[in-house]
């Protein structure tokens, strides 16, 4: 009996081209465009080798001090070993019209004092002035001791002033990269899982002897109903959890969004998301008894405020959330998304693990919601 | 006039599920109205990164200093209590770098500064601790400001050890003050101009077209249900009448989107929209309704299925809409996904909003590039019409 009901269940919801689509199809196609377009979100805030050019003229010419400078850093100047500026040397027409063009983030001319020609007010811009600054600042200081302490000079002073130290040491305190978009990917993974729903409506659209001519049927039929219903509810999860699997695989080796290495917990959160998003589903299905098309709109309106509260549009969101209204943050798509964050961010589980036992919370409520809503219903007539 | 009443009828029963696009984009549109934009810029300024300090130090006029100085380039945030919450304000960039400065690191560079004066060897100096974003500009940034700053204290602990704190403390961020003089070459043209109606202007793609493909869709669906259709043709109906009412049904239908669109454009940004540029906005977004008018009438009469209708609404509009700049910005988008969005109107609705936007003077030299882009989406409207029209022809022959 068992296989008997399961197979055909199985069936059934594989037949439903429309749950289909909604539940992989649709988020691997958000999937692929979030890729498309978040793919240059971080090479904005990346150090790459800024373009200049310099104006060579007498000034420049006699300035050795300024030209062996820019030779450094246009050698490797960062901790990665690349080259902070990538210099033209060139007259002012011809650095005009690079800038003109975009070609470089600015020019300098050295005059009596140095003179930064740029564009906007970005942040090459700001690191262009600021090293030129540096410049200026050191002549400052060494002006301001030999004025004191004329002395000084002979102390090996101008060796000392030109020597670099370095006065920072990292404290790296996250696992791995802090790459932002992954986090939209998380935000994604939940509203797959909140879309497990779907399955949750149809199952009680289909079981309940009010709601359609198949659950009228099944209502007649001599089979237990609980029984009925989590056989209904496990084929589901096993679709759920298998489409959840692909996507996932979908995500790591198609658009290559890191989880972390640790697979056991990654395949825990999914399962218990799978039947987070199932149980909400049926919750929802149970509860309003109105036509599947009211049942479908507030599933996936509940499904979407929960993804946008998760960060799934604006990535930032989820922050805002846990900071301004923990509260909020503790609902199921915002708790599997985090779920992922803390794996890939955390040595220590104790955050996981947190979001895990709400997550089961919800399964209960979800659950025991459920049951006694569909309890002991019984139609004189239909 | 019964078939263009019918239309109505049908648009009617069909509201809840096209008023959840248009409750999507009055959201978005609510939310870009609060959010905050550059304002034009004149001067050259420097972009502060976000920075928290934590100084187990002992507070003297050297840490005093050093704080003075990163408030006066960097903005500062509250430091968030534990590790946790670091990470978290680190990942979210809430903060770009947290500087840790540990108990006992002025005594230090100030034993250090006298070891190297009194010892040409090598010394090592003390270092305060970070947590960045590694490899970030913001990262180097914020290197440039401590190291700089210290840079310059132990240049003065080493030469001028006599020197009282308080007096140091000065000389120091007075050295510090001085700045290259930068100009701009031209006034900054990427920050001004876009005003938050070309925003709103753009997230209308998806909106308009959503609702297009649905209200659309759902007309075309009923009028070309078999038996609706054979009783039609049996009517004294004349068949060129019939399109016509169908026509203006449709046609009616997305006026009154449009036109409620722009009306709510008009009462958010008036400010903004009864200048030049809003007129232009309003008539791209215009050309923009033709073209996609056309895009809907083909996926009307190729899809049929109600259902795959809304998947289909869903598929084109949040495409087309990631992929041209709607929801990304056009800069930030690949090369290659721009040329592949090229092939679509929403990416030159976008790129249009967006010159305009960028648009000061309104001389012929600067309108050319924006009417000939214009000029490109309305085509695109035509060749889907003229595709739809040839269809439409193969279909009604193998009827026949």
Redesign the interface.
């Known amino acids: 009996m068992f296989i008997h009901l399961i197979k055909y269940r199985f069936l059934c919801l594989l037949r439903d081209k429309q749950l289909i689509f909604w539940t992989l199809l649709f988020p691997v196609l958000l999937a692929t465009l979030f890729h498309f377009a978040f793919s240059n979100l971080n090479k904005n805030e990346i150090l790459l080798t800024i373009p200049i050019a310099v104006v060579e003229n007498t000034a420049f010419m006699e300035d050795t001090a300024l030209a062996d400078a820019l030779k450094a850093v246009s050698q490797n100047a960062t901790t990665s070993g690349q080259a902070l500026f990538e210099i033209q040397y060139t007259d002012e027409k011809k650095a005009q019209n690079l800038l003109k063009n975009n070609k470089i983030s600015g020019y300098i001319i050295r005059g009596t004092g140095i003179q930064i020609y740029v564009n906007k007010s970005g942040l090459d811009e700001t690191i262009l002035r600021s090293f030129f600054n540096e410049y200026l600042q050191t002549s400052a200081t060494m002006m301001h001791i030999i004025h004191a302490d004329p002395t000084s000079l002979n102390n090996g002073f101008v060796a000392a002033v030109q020597s670099r130290n370095n006065y920072l040491r990292d404290q790296p305190i996250s696992r791995s990269y802090p790459d932002t978009t992954f986090s939209y990917f998380y935000a994604l993974i939940a509203m797959f899982c909140l879309y497990g729903s779907f399955w949750g409506v149809k199952e009680m659209t289909d079981t309940q002897a009010n709601q359609s001519a198949q659950g009228a049927r099944l209502g007649i039929a001599p089979v237990h109903k609980l029984k009925l219903l989590i056989y209904d509810l496990l084929a589901a999860l096993v679709i759920q959890f298998s489409q959840m699997l692909i996507f996932l695989a979908f995500l790591r080796y198609v658009i290559g969004v890191n989880y972390g290495d640790r697979l056991g917990p990654i395949l825990l959160l999914c399962f218990i998301g799978s039947i987070v998003g199932i149980g909400m589903g049926s919750f929802i299905g149970s509860l309003i008894t109105g036509n599947e098309g009211l049942k479908i709109a507030i599933q996936i309106t509940v499904s979407m405020v929960l993804s946008f509260l998760s960060g799934m549009m604006y990535v930032n969101m989820k922050y805002i959330v846990m900071t301004k209204a923990p509260a909020l943050g503790y609902n199921p798509a915002t708790l599997i998304s985090d779920g992922f964050y803390a794996l890939y961010t955390f040595d220590s589980l104790s955050r996981f693990y947190t979001n895990i036992l709400w997550l089961l919370a919800y399964i209960i409520l979800f659950c025991s919601g459920t049951y006694f809503v569909v309890r002991r219903q019984k139609y004189a007539s239909i | 006039m019964q078939v263009y009443k019918a239309c109505f009828k049908i648009i009617k029963k069909n509201l809840?599920?096209m008023s959840?696009y248009i409750f999507i984009f009055l959201a978005m549109a609510l939310i870009m109205s609060k959010a905050n934009f550059n304002a034009s810029?004149e001067m050259?300024?420097?972009?502060k990164?976000k920075v928290a300090i934590q100084n187990d130090d002992t507070t003297n006029p050297i840490t005093e200093g050093f704080i003075q100085y990163m408030k006066e380039h960097a903005i500062f945030v509250d430091l968030p209590s534990n590790?946790?919450k670091?990470?978290?304000?680190?990942?979210?960039?809430?903060v770009d770098t947290i500087l840790?400065i540990p108990a006992g690191f002025t005594d230090a560079l100030i034993r250090q500064a006298q070891v190297?004066?009194n010892n040409?060897q090598e010394v090592t100096?003390?270092?305060?601790?970070?947590?960045?974003?590694?490899?970030?500009?913001?990262?180097?940034?914020s290197?440039?400001?401590?190291?700089?700053y210290?840079?310059?204290t132990?240049?003065?602990l080493?030469?001028?050890p006599a020197?009282d704190m308080e007096e140091m403390k000065f000389?120091?961020l007075?050295?510090?003050s001085?700045?290259?003089?930068?100009?701009?070459?031209?006034n900054?043209?990427?920050?001004s101009g876009i005003n938050r109606n070309v925003y709103y202007y753009n997230y209308l793609a998806y909106s308009l077209f959503a609702t297009f493909i649905l209200g659309i869709g759902t007309i075309m669906t009923v009028f070309n249900e078999t038996n609706l259709k054979n009783r039609t043709f049996a009517s004294p109906l004349k068949s060129s009448a019939y399109n016509i009412q169908l026509l203006m049904g449709t046609l009616s239908f997305a006026l009154i989107i449009f036109l409620g669109m722009n009306l709510l454009s008009f009462a958010l940004y008036w400010k903004y929209m009864i200048t030049l540029n809003g007129l232009l906005l309003v008539l791209n977004s215009f050309v923009f309704t033709l073209s996609t008018l056309a895009v809907s009438f083909l996926i009307g009469n190729i899809v049929k299925n109600r259902?795959?209708q809304s998947?289909a609404a869903?598929?084109v509009t949040?495409?087309t809409c990631?992929?041209s700049g709607v929801?990304?910005p056009q800069e930030?988008?690949?090369k290659s996904?721009l040329q592949v969005a090229s092939f679509t109107p929403t990416y030159w609705f976008v790129k249009v909003n967006e010159a305009i936007g960028r648009t000061t003077t309104f001389q012929w030299e600067n309108l050319r590039p924006i009417f000939g882009d214009m000029l490109i989406e309305l085509i695109f409207g035509l060749a889907i019409l003229g595709v739809t029209l040839v269809l439409l022809r193969q279909r009604q022959q193998e009827e026949r």
């Open positions: 809840p599920a959840i810029q050259f300024h420097d972009v990164v590790p946790e670091r990470q978290d304000a680190l990942y979210y960039r809430v840790i190297s004066r040409s100096f003390p270092t305060i601790g970070k947590v960045s974003i590694p490899q970030s500009n913001t990262a180097y940034y290197d440039l400001l401590v190291n700089r210290f840079e310059t132990r240049i003065y080493t030469f001028s020197m000389a120091i007075n050295d510090l001085q700045n290259a003089e930068t100009t701009f070459y031209e900054d043209t990427t920050a259902n795959a998947a869903n598929v949040l495409g990631f992929i929801f990304v930030l988008l690949g996904v």
